[in-house]
């Protein structure tokens, strides 16, 4: 044997020095047959080290370096040219690319938090950029998931060293390498209690995920209101022109024709149509407002009316009574002494209903007289203003604001205009009905109508069919609301109408205050689900800042490169590479070197006997073959 063999070669099958009898035994035995043609350590046809052989094939055999003594032609280099000190502290070795991933993560939720705050009510044609608030949202979601995975493989590096560091199992290590880059892996090591920190922090790295539905969650688009005041000049009449409504004819006081003006305005409540504004409002889609313009004061009282219905009997005969009025409405006027604004007679409209309102099994009862007197005047009406559209804002005339009485002469006796005239002729041509009702001995009870408000207003029976009535369930219900709310809506018609026919009419024009809305669709930005993405993306920040604890420990700039790994596990091929060395420069210096997984076949010694082994290792390209099927190797 030549006595120049090194016994310090870099061997990248080295055995164990716990190699047991049986190794010994299968030292001393006959090689397999494919290594037939590769001398035993012993064999006396064994070349010198100094020779090449060709164990595998043509073409010289670099195993004979190992063979010689000499260490592979790659591994043979001078000393490293890096020999970095060991070099721990707190700024030296200060994770800055980790932590400003880190601080880059918050930075990007927050920024995604101003977006919604600064998109939430704007319309979506007044958003000042080409692209929707949605898609920045999803850049900066986007770089806050990068970011933090690549605060967390930071993290994973230093909590693997300095685990190393301070001593740890190989199962420990490989839990903190295997946790920091599967869920799975961090699931698994938690349940067994090993890496607990690095597992933590990859499992809420998931969670985070959530952030990204929260975050486009938080962002939508809906349709928006916008409020806002202001004022505007509007024309209506708050005093109709004399004679505007209505015209008496003959030796009479009471009108008989309507005006034309006032016609259309009749016809246009009973049509239902829109009622036009002379304005340029500028109030938007749409606004609320008070405008001040003709109409009635109302005053209402209830009063009862006796009846009776039953036969008249006497000795000799029973004698039928004649008819008995059960519902009854008509308009009227009322002077009304002393009341004008001059302080002299001023005359009103009267309403009234009367009807049976409660059933009754008797002959005789009460009738229900409901009277409204409605005085001519300034009323502040509530209304709605769309485009040049006007309408009022509510139904009910006891939401208007009655402001003053006007003067509104009766009728004259002959010829002559008039309004208010018009407006009772008006209302009879629209209400006027009555209901009668008679005892008809054998026939039994008769009905009749005039008009047709008895007959709309008439109640089913207690069944609530109409197919059987008796005298004693015939009811009716009050039309009185209804009569009054149409004799207002007649009264702001027309008070439109008169300032729409005569533009210098009178104190038709007046400035009033708005508050105008207008719709649009905007974005909308809800907050519940933006704080769902804060606290998450911020558990996965605290999470992850724990696998940094410890940096300061550490002497070098590390990395999970697996050069740098194997060279920290003394792996032969680095045997001539400084243990200090970074990932970069260990590349640097041996990054050309070509290597190969597989069997590499080399040379040992178990006390006198000497022999080949084969192991499975990555090695130079050219030491390594193919790995054999059904083969086994030593450790």
């Known amino acids: 044997m030549d006595n120049n063999l090194n016994p310090k070669r870099p061997d990248p099958c080295r055995t164990s020095s716990f190699e047991d009898k049986a190794n010994k035994k299968q030292a001393a035995q006959e090689p397999p047959e494919i290594y037939q043609n590769v001398p035993l350590y012993n064999s ?40 970095n000190p060991w070099l721990p502290g707190l700024w030296t070795r200060f994770p800055l690319l980790g932590i400003a991933a880190l601080l880059g993560t918050v930075m990007c939720t927050f920024a995604s938090v101003g977006i919604l705050i600064i998109s939430d009510n704007v319309p979506i044609d007044g958003w000042p ?163 001040q313009g003709f109409g009635f004061g109302v005053n209402c009282s209830m009063t009862s009316i006796p009846y009776d219905m039953y036969p008249i009997t006497t000795n000799e005969s029973v004698t039928l009574r004649g008819d008995t009025t059960a519902f009854n409405t008509e308009a ?130 207690l069944n609530g069919e109409f197919s059987t009535f008796y005298a004693y369930n015939m009811t009716w219900r009050d039309p009185m609301d209804d009569m009054v709310n149409a004799m207002r809506q007649i009264a702001f018609r027309t008070a439109l109408r008169a300032a729409a026919d005569n533009l210098t009419l009178e104190n038709s024009t007046q400035v009033t205050e708005y508050q105008g809305n207008e719709m649009f669709t905007g974005y909308s930005s809800d907050y519940t689900y933006i704080a769902l993405a804060v606290i998450v993306t911020l558990l996965g920040v605290i999470a992850i800042m724990p696998t940094y604890w410890g940096w300061w420990e550490l002497g070098r700039e590390t990395s999970m490169s697996p050069v740098e790994i194997a060279k920290a596990f003394g792996a032969p091929l680095l045997a001539n590479v400084d243990s200090n060395a970074t990932a970069r420069q260990m590349l640097a210096e041996v990054g050309g070197k070509k290597v190969r997984y597989g069997e590499v076949t080399t040379q040992f010694e178990v006390s006198s006997m000497g022999g080949l082994k084969r192991c499975l290792t990555i090695s130079e390209e050219g030491l390594v073959r193919r790995p054999t099927a059904g083969g086994t190797y030593r450790p």
Not at 56 to 71: E, I, T, V, W
Not at 194 to 213: E, F, H, Q, W, Y
């Open 44 to 83: 006396p046809s064994l070349p010198s080290y100094s020779e090449s052989f060709r164990p595998f094939g043509s073409g010289q055999n670099q195993n004979s370096q190992y063979l010689s003594g000499q260490p592979p032609n790659d591994i043979n280099n001078p000393e490293s040219r890096y020999t």
């Open 129 to 291: 950029t080409p692209f929707q608030p949605t898609v920045y949202l999803a850049i900066a979601s986007s770089a806050s998931g990068v970011f933090l995975g690549f605060a967390l493989a930071q993290g994973g590096v230093i909590s693997f060293w300095t685990k190393a560091k301070r001593g740890a199992t190989l199962e420990e290590l490989h839990q903190y390498w295997d946790s920091g880059s599967s869920v799975y892996a961090a699931i698994r090591g938690m349940t067994r209690f090993k890496g607990k920190i690095i597992g933590i922090a990859c499992i809420m790295n998931l969670v985070t995920v959530l952030r990204d539905p929260f975050i486009q969650r938080a962002s939508s688009v809906k349709n928006f209101v916008n409020y806002f005041n202001g004022t505007f000049q509007v024309h209506i009449a708050k005093q109709l022109p004399f004679g505007y409504t209505g015209l008496d004819t003959g030796r009479t006081s009471s009108t008989s024709i309507l005006m034309p003006n006032f016609t259309d305005v009749i016809q246009g409540y009973t049509k239902n149509t829109a009622m036009k504004l002379k304005t340029n409002h500028g109030c938007g889609h749409s606004c609320n407002a008070s405008i």
């Open 332 to 461: 009227g006027l009322k002077t009304l002494w002393g009341k004008a604004p001059t302080g002299t007679n001023n005359t009103a409209l009267t309403l009234n209903s009367t009807f049976m309102s409660t059933p009754t099994q008797l002959w005789n009862g009460s009738l229900a007289s409901h009277l409204c007197v409605l005085r001519g005047g300034v009323v502040s009406y509530p209304v709605v203003i769309r485009g040049d559209t006007v309408s009022l804002r509510s139904t009910d005339w006891r939401d208007d604001t009655f402001i003053e009485d006007t003067m509104l002469d009766a009728p004259p006796y002959g010829s002559g205009g008039t309004i208010i005239g018009g407006f009772q002729l008006a209302a009879n041509n629209l209400f006027s009905s009555t209901a009668y009702m008679q005892y008809g001995g054998a026939v039994g009870w008769i009905v009749y109508f005039q008009g047709s408000t008895s007959n709309s207003y008439l109640n089913p029976n």
